[in-house]
């Protein structure tokens, strides 16, 4: 969905107005207290979500975010307050960030906490942006769409819901009686509900959805307003995604990689305690660590599932590494752009209209003509291509370091690394699930267990589908044997910036081989991949005398990762039969036991979100992408289709 921003304008009185719904944005007689009689005091807070480990409030309509702030506000004074508070919140006309910051100045009383967000604000694209504070125990997942369009796409369940639109008779779509039905499915029992609103219209929608709904005085010189509490005369048909049930935070999680190392960071942020067990010697992103790798996103015209959520992994990623970096931990990597290079004049014309089409801000992605692009890069360059400004590169071995020291030092003592420690075998114990070495002692045992061992997951635990295991390899250039760019150029392969007297260019794709060490045939490939991204290559380096690494991506058929509950493909094989029409949600899973993996050629991208979806699974918290991509990412995905026909 391409987003149209909302411009900042006044009504007579000066308050936020819209000029395209002619309604302003909250009460003239004032937008925190407008926040926190009706919202706040409709839902009963803060006493509702005293001491709880973690209250989820659901709402339409971010604007200005005065909710939020007003809540965040009443959170960080309540001594009694929750763990965590996860505020999602959705919009379809966001603010930019200038406009934003403008108009958070008249609400002082907010400043610090504006300040805050305005900093978090991401680019407009739609999507699911997730944003973090206060070390994580205040959460925003900020959904910039349209909320009759993502409705049917969330699963999750809210404790309190706020109900936030412009006026029923000017924003007739966000208080439909279908929309309110869909709304409800986020509810459970005791959810409440709140809004300024007191029309008979909203009142019947809401009843008619399961709330049961009283009017109460309304805020300023409003005389009524609606609150409610969920009590539906039926048993609600299909709850969100459960949080896992165990009697203790404690996970085990194989693989000290780009994919374990994310894990392992955002259950420690939960307060997990963790084994993490790895066959190496020490945590390394393959087996000779990648020097560097790009991060950036995928665009395609019809904005497809790839691109969807390579869009929230891009954008999650990077200020998740800022965090670290702010926590006192060291990473290696450049935030210098990437430039994806077209690959003929075709290609150019493709690439243009695929970014107009989306509309994208410039910001996200641009499409850059030649001379454009060669002013960026400081290179002479065959053609123009997208200019992705947020993306760069990143040395993996860095970030993986960094996470588990992070990891550590929140867990301190409950954080237990087993190196050199090979599992040849998991199994279930009771309610715990062990994983074994090959000489059947038992390396840990823990009621979570988190497969992040890319190509060796499915020999412990198989997804009805093998993935594929595709050598790749790098060649180090020393710095002067190239005319490095100054920003990534990608295409059919890339070339990274001068870094630390190295420059990285590659890769290659060898189906079908194993051999761990590099090999000259494919730093000639490397070489002849580059020379087809510059204009004028000089003379380069002979491939006999070249360094590099060699790893293996880990891919699905459908390149998306694994990232989810596993599932029971033995007892899917049994149900067949009753599994013909079935759902994700429907199908057996195995009790505790996770994965992340298949992270192919994007482990950058992909691993910081795909440790907070799981995180997130794990919790029952709201999780960090909508319901059909996070379908894309399950495990069970595969089973599921074979089990629909019979073919398990
Ligand atoms: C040549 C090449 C270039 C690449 N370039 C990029 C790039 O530019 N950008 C990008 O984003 N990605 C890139 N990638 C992909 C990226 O490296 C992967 O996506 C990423 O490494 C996947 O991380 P992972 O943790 O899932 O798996 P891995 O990095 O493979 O790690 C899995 C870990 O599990 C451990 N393990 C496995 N089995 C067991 C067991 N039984 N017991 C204990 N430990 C076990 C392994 O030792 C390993 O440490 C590239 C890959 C290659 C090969
Ligand atoms: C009254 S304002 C919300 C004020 C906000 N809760 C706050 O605290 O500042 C209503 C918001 O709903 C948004 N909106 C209107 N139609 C929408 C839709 N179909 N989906 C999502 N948001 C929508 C508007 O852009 C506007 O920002």
């Not at 009759?148 to 404790?159: N, S, T």
């Not at 049930?245 to 259950?267: D, P, T």
């Not at 049994?574 to 199908?587: H, K, N, R, T």
Request: glycine share 10%; aromatic share 8%; hydrophobic share 45%.
């Amino acid at each position: 969905m391409r987003i149209e921003p909302a411009e900042p304008a006044f009504d007579g009185d000066g308050t936020p107005f819209s000029r395209a719904y002619g309604d302003v944005y909250h009460s003239a007689d004032s937008g925190p207290g407008q926040a926190r009689h009706v919202f706040l005091g409709g839902n009963d807070l803060p006493a509702r979500w005293a001491r709880a480990r973690l209250f989820t409030i659901f709402e339409t309509g971010f604007g200005l975010g005065l909710n939020f702030l007003a809540t965040w506000h009443a959170w960080l004074a309540d001594p009694a307050r929750p763990e965590r508070l996860h505020f999602f919140s959705i919009e379809k006309h966001p603010f930019g960030r200038d406009s934003l910051k403008t108009l958070h100045e008249r609400y002082a009383e907010f400043a610090p906490l504006a300040r805050q967000l305005q900093d978090a604000w991401p680019p407009l694209v739609s999507g699911l942006h997730r944003l973090h504070f206060e070390d994580g125990r205040v959460t925003l997942t900020l959904a910039l769409a349209d909320v009759v369009d993502l409705a049917p796409r969330l699963q999750f369940q809210a404790d309190a819901i706020y109900l936030d639109g412009f006026a029923p008779q000017r924003n007739a779509e966000m208080w439909s009686p279908q929309l309110m039905k869909r709304l409800a499915r986020l509810a459970r029992p005791g959810t409440t509900v709140a809004t300024y609103s007191a029309s008979g219209a909203v009142r019947e929608a809401l009843e008619s959805a399961g709330f049961g709904i009283e009017k109460r005085p309304g805020f300023g010189r409003k005389r009524d307003m609606l609150r409610g509490t969920f009590a539906p005369r039926w048993s609600p048909r299909r709850a969100a995604r459960a949080a896992a049930a165990c009697a203790e935070r404690h996970a085990i999680v194989i693989g000290a990689s780009l994919a374990g190392a994310a894990v392992c960071e955002r259950l420690a942020a939960r307060g997990w305690r963790i084994d993490l067990i790895e066959r190496r010697p020490a945590p390394a992103a393959q087996a000779r660590p990648l020097y560097a790798g790009v991060f950036h996103p995928h665009v395609s015209r019809d904005d497809c599932i790839l691109s969807r959520v390579a869009r929230c992994g891009f954008l999650y990623a990077p200020p998740r590494w800022r965090a670290l970096e702010r926590a006192g931990q060291r990473l290696a990597w450049s935030r210098c752009g990437v430039l994806q290079l077209a690959g003929t004049p075709g290609d150019e014309q493709r690439m243009a209209g695929a970014v107009s089409l989306a509309g994208y801000p410039p910001d996200y992605a641009q499409y850059l003509a030649r001379d454009e692009a060669e002013t960026h890069s400081g290179c002479r360059l065959p053609a123009g291509g997208w200019w992705f400004p947020g993306g760069g590169w990143m040395r993996p071995a860095s970030l993986v370091a960094a996470q588990l020291a992070a990891a550590g030092g929140r867990a301190g003592p409950m954080f237990t690394t087993h190196f050199g420690a090979a599992v040849n075998a998991i199994s279930r114990a009771g309610d715990s699930w062990q994983a074994v070495s090959a000489d059947g002692s038992v390396i840990a045992a823990a009621p979570v267990l988190v497969l992040a061992n890319s190509g060796d997951m499915t020999r412990l635990a198989p997804v009805a589908q093998p993935l594929a295991n595709v050598r790749g390899q790098v060649s180090y250039l020393p710095a002067g044997a190239v005319a490095a760019p100054r920003v990534v150029l990608s295409g059919n392969g890339y070339l990274l910036p001068a870094f630390e007297g190295i420059v990285v260019t590659g890769s290659t794709y060898d189906f079908g081989s194993d051999d761990p060490e590099p090999r000259t045939e494919g730093h000639a490939a490397n070489l002849a991949r580059l020379s087809r991204m510059l204009a004028e290559a000089a003379a380069l380096p002979d491939p006999a005398g070249l360094d590099g690494a060699v790893g293996f991506r880990c891919m699905a058929p459908d390149h998306m990762p694994l990232v989810g509950a596993v599932p029971d493909v033995a007892a899917a094989r049994e149900q067949q039969v009753g599994l013909s029409g079935a759902q994700l949600p429907d199908l057996p899973r195995r009790p505790g036991l996770y994965c992340a993996s298949g992270y192919g050629s994007r482990g950058l991208v992909w691993a910081a979100l795909a440790g907070e979806l799981l995180a997130s699974l794990i919790e029952g918290e709201p999780p960090p992408l909508e319901a059909d991509l996070a379908d894309a990412l399950d495990p069970g995905r595969f089973t599921l289709r074979q089990a629909r026909r019979a073919k398990l």
